[in-house]
């Protein structure tokens, strides 16, 4: 284990050792005591539970998995979905796995529950029923809101695309980015994001951004970047995927590794985004030396097909072709853990238990690790042991949170590196993980880990 010594923090500690506990099950406000709260906190816990409010903020994650859950926990707010106005942001992130289970989900809410569904994107998927292509889409009165989606892409196009023929190595890569004084380049991946910056690092306003570094830090990254964009100086941005939805950023000139179709045209909406370049601004599209990473491959081998027969791939049309041949060449996986069988059975027996178990956006759960990045994290930290209602405290630790995967977790925990703080009733707060040794967190890549090699288990 690691002998570097533990700075005192301020506040009351634990480490892993000697403690019987699954790491899976952490998570900010996860099973947090509630008593003694006070009757306004309580108020206020209990409107977010049972979604009780004009207006309620959530996940695409926990909305759906609330409408397959079988706890009454979990099932007890959706008798307020009633009558509502739905909206899903980013409707086209809605997973192929489970999106014949949503779809028919949906259905109901609008034919039953008078609800209406709002697919709310810039890359609109095309979910509706076609008898030739799509005969499992939505059925019912499926329109578009906006007028003319064709004729608005055509007047307010900003960008156009430029695919490389020949792939692409990191070297290569970074030789071309040195060559621009403004240029965004999203990558698949953290690894290789991390990998590409190292080689740019040198360079005038070299930026990096990934989920390895916590929403806070982000969030002054992209404040560093949208003041050298102003301002005209030297700007290179090397980022995964996450600065493709939700982030308004602007950049004269993007390089984007191949992906699919919608994220090619989501990463085209952070370049010339407030039409600062005179006419359209390049969007280079690359294949990776090595092939595209096989989480990625099916979705851009979807989006290179569809490109070699569209003459605008930014039009609705292209957009409506790519989602058409997904859903076409998946569309026996389109419930993959057979949901609808579960809660379809002719005999009459449906098992909910069964249904909500196998109902999981995320397959691969990960494991969130608080960072101490600045005075306000220690002192949030500071405060949580000896706070009568933690929650709060807990939600706002959520801005200096970092997600990684289990492996990542348990490397980062065999090195000492993890700490709990401990509640005055003896256990940690919440199950909060706080990263303990800031060496594994970089200034400019965010939290360093890897995957626990041999060297880890040896004692």
């Not at 007028?147 to 030789?175: S, V």
């Not at 002054?220 to 941005?237: H, K, M, W, Y």
């Not at 601004?281 to 990473?293: L, M, S, Y």
């Not at 040794?437 to 880990?449: A, I, K, P, Q, S």
């Amino acid at each position: 284990t690691s002998t570097r010594p533990v700075p005192d923090r301020g506040y009351p500690r634990k480490t892993r050792k000697n403690r019987n506990f699954d790491p899976r099950v952490l998570a900010p406000g996860a099973d947090t005591d509630t008593v003694g709260e006070s009757p306004a906190a309580r108020r206020h816990r209990l409107a977010c539970e049972n979604w009780d409010a004009p207006v309620v903020v959530t996940t695409n994650v926990q909305f759906f998995e609330s409408l397959f859950a079988a706890k009454p926990s979990r099932c007890r707010k959706l008798h307020n979905l009633a009558r509502s106005v739905i909206v899903l942001d980013e409707a086209q992130m809605l997973p192929t796995d489970y999106l014949l289970p949503c779809l028919r989900a949906l259905e109901e809410l609008a034919a039953y529950y008078g609800c209406s569904i709002v697919f709310c994107t810039a890359t609109q998927p095309a979910l509706a029923y076609d008898p030739t292509e799509f005969k499992k889409g939505l059925r019912g009165a499926v329109r578009e809101l906006a007028p003319d989606p064709t004729r608005l892409q055509r007047d307010l196009a900003r960008t156009r695309l430029e695919l490389l023929d020949e792939p692409l190595g990191l070297e290569n890569l970074a030789g071309r980015l040195r060559q621009q004084g403004q240029v965004l380049c999203i990558v698949n991946t953290r690894q290789r994001a991390a990998e590409l910056f190292r080689l740019l690092q040198d360079q005038p306003g070299a930026r990096h951004l990934s989920a390895l570094m916590c929403p806070a830090h982000r969030s002054r990254v992209l404040e560093d970047i949208r003041g050298q964009l102003r301002e005209g100086a030297p700007c290179l941005t090397v980022s995964t995927q996450l600065v493709e939805a939700g982030v308004d950023v602007s950049f004269p000139r993007v390089f984007r590794e191949l992906a699919g179709l919608d994220s090619l045209v989501q990463a085209a909406g952070r370049c010339n985004r407030e039409g600062e370049c005179d006419g359209l601004a390049p969007v280079t599209v690359f294949t990776p030396e090595g092939g595209v990473p096989r989480a990625f491959r099916y979705a851009a081998d979807s989006a290179r097909e569809v490109l070699r027969h569209v003459a605008d791939p930014f039009s609705p049309e292209a957009l409506h072709r790519y989602f058409r041949t997904v859903y076409w060449k998946k569309e026996d996986s389109l419930d993959s853990k057979g949901i609808l069988d579960l809660l379809s059975d002719p005999k009459g027996q449906w098992f909910f238990r069964s249904a909500a178990q196998a109902f999981h956006f995320i397959e691969n759960a990960m494991l969130p690790i608080v960072i101490p990045y600045d005075a306000t994290a220690r002192e949030l930290l500071a405060a949580l042991p000896f706070a009568e209602h933690p929650r709060g405290i807990l939600r706002q630790l959520q801005q200096y949170t970092v997600q990684v995967y289990e492996g990542q977790f348990q490397a980062l925990d065999l090195r000492g590196a993890l700490e709990w703080p401990e509640t005055e009733q003896g256990d940690g707060a919440g199950g909060c993980a706080v990263l303990a040794d800031m060496d594994f967190y970089d200034e400019r890549l965010g939290l360093v880990c890897q995957a626990p090699t041999a060297e880890d288990f040896i004692f």
